[in-house]
T-cell receptor
Framework: SQTIHQWPATLVQPVGSPLSLECTVE??????LYWYRQAAGRGLQLLFYSVGIGQISSEVPQNLSASRPQDRQFILSSKKLLLSDSGFYLC???WGRGETQYFGPGTRLLVL | GQNIDQPTEMTATEGAIVQINCTYQ??????LFWYQQHAGEAPTFLSYNVLDGLEEKGRFSSFLSRSKGYSYLLLKELQMKDSASYLC???????????FGTGTKLQVIP
């Protein structure tokens, strides 16, 4: 069966510090991978998606970046966090033309 | 770009039926998802529609009209545990990009 992992579960970081969030998927190959952010009480904002190793599509120009160094690994990074980066970060995957998008447990980030 | 609209909040009574609407304006439509999200948790998949018509899964049904850019999620025999946010998401662009609406917060009252 397929499993998606995210870590850490919770993170508190000072403004201006770097960020690295990791997402890994088990039990599937060549998935489409997604990073979303959800601000408190708001909907999901698509940040990045990837259809393969090294292939990243950016949806929102900002101080975040994403990388896909391996087929089942998706990393979200920042060199300098802003207060507005606080939120609930969710990784998700779909296999090809699959009919279900699966979400990881999420990372709750608070920037102070 | 995509424009996906849902009502912000709804209230319904336990045991009743509620319909949550979603309208969208997109190019390259390739399917519509519905998710349930309880506070503080990740979304969980409810349904997927790619063709026009009604898909039924137990107490939950989802309808799609591609020509009208319209979908709804129907919840029957409401239970208190159905209090959650319901998210509509549209897939476009060669089965790659999935974009969410703002979500509808449903409160079920006794």
């Amino acid at each position: 069966s397929q499993t998606i992992h995210q870590w850490p579960a919770t993170l508190v970081q000072p403004v201006g510090s770097p960020l690295s969030l990791e997402c890994t998927v088990e039990g599937t190959s060549n998935p489409n991978l997604y990073w979303y952010r959800q601000a408190a009480g708001r909907g999901l904002q698509l940040l990045f998606y990837s259809v393969g190793i090294g292939q990243i599509s950016s949806e929102v120009p900002q101080n975040l970046s994403a990388s896909r160094p391996q087929d089942r690994q998706f990393i979200l990074s920042s060199k300098k966090l802003l207060l507005s980066d606080s939120g609930f970060y969710l990784c998700a995957w779909i296999w090809g033309r699959g009919e279900t998008q699966y979400f990881g447990p999420g990372t709750r980030l608070l920037v102070l | 770009g995509q424009n996906i609209d849902q009502p912000t909040e709804m209230t319904a009574t336990e045991g009743a039926i509620v319909q949550i609407n979603c309208t969208y304006q997109t190019s390259g439509f390739n399917g519509l998802f519905w998710y349930q999200q309880h506070a503080g948790e990740a979304p969980t998949f409810l349904s997927y529609n790619v063709l026009d018509g009604l898909e039924e899964k137990g107490r939950f049904s989802s309808f799609l009209s591609r020509s009208k850019g319209y979908s709804y999620l129907l919840l029957k025999e409401l239970q208190m545990k159905d209090s959650a946010s319901y998210l509509c998401a549209v897939r476009t662009g060669g089965y790659q990009k999935v974009t969410f609406g703002t979500g509808t917060k449903l409160q079920v009252i006794p």
